[in-house]
Each structure stands twice: as C-alpha cells, then as structure tokens.
C-alpha cells in the first residue's frame, strides 16, 4: 500500500482559517462528499464518535483523526494543511496544522491499520512535514505526499 493508492489528488487542500475540531470535520465532510461521493454527515458523525474516544492530535502540529463508514469499500485519504494552527487536544499540547484523515469500510481490519501506520510514519518525517509546511499548493502538497513513500519503497 502506498500513499497514492488511498489519497486522491482532490482530497487535499490548504485552509486558511479553521476555528474549531467541529469546523474542521465538517470540512473533511465536504471534502470527503465532493472526492469520494461520501455522506459528508456520516463523515463528519464518525469523526466525532472517534474523537470521542481519544484525540487524534500525534504531536509535532499532525493529527489523524480517522473512522469506520458503513458506505465506503476501501480506505480513502484527506489531508488539510491549515495556515492558521487549532487547538486538538494533542499530546504534546500543541497546536495542528498537518491533518491527514482516514476513512474505511466497517470491516477493513488489518488495511486501515497499515494504512494508518503509512500515514503516521510518512507525517513522523520532520523534512516531509517541512515541505508539507512551506507550501500551500494542492497539487505540491499531493505530489509531496504521494512520492514519499514511492521513493522510500524503491
């Protein structure tokens, strides 16, 4: 499994200002609706009952908010990189700016697992992070993720 295999080159996006953990789940929703033909409620209803049961907020200004959808038949990515940081309740305190979310099927087992280790090993890399951080262009910011881990894999 690589980056490119779950992150479509429409799920990723720059925002401006976010205000809250709510607001910016309600943006994965709509981003979710409109790259992968998701409900943007059951995206955003299953962010929030996940988050529920602990932040998602890994340290070093990433969090991986991730869920389970009944309507959905593989692990899809979204990933925002937010110009002004939000509070997330991390676990260093600190605020985000790198949100890399995950989505998969009910019954996914094992392949949102390693999907969810790729992503969190790819954001554990201070230089990707770095090139993630300085700039705001969807497509770099794709391109950025996407080869990563191609190139590592070679």
């Not at 790259?35 to 049961?53: H, K, M, Q, W």
């Not at 939000?86 to 697992?113: I, T, Y």
């Amino acid at each position: 499994m690589q980056l490119v295999d779950i992150l479509g080159a429409g799920a990723v996006k720059t925002i401006a200002s976010c205000t809250s953990k709510k607001r910016l789940f309600h943006d994965l929703g709509e981003l979710a609706e409109s790259c992968y033909d998701l409900n943007p409620t059951s995206v955003i209803d299953a962010l929030i009952e996940r988050e529920g049961l602990g932040p998602t907020g890994v340290g070093h200004g990433v969090a991986l908010p991730h869920a389970r959808l009944s309507d959905i038949d593989s692990v899809k990515g979204i990933f925002l990189r937010l110009e002004k940081p939000l509070s997330f309740d991390a676990v260093d305190r600190q605020p985000v700016d790198l949100v890399f979310a995950l989505l998969a099927p009910q019954n996914a087992g094992v392949e949102h697992l390693k999907a969810l280790a790729l992503v969190s090993r790819t954001l554990r890399d201070q230089a990707v992070c770095a090139k993630l951080r300085a700039n705001s262009d969807a497509a770099t910011l794709h391109t950025i993720l996407t080869e990563v881990h191609a190139t590592q894999a070679a």
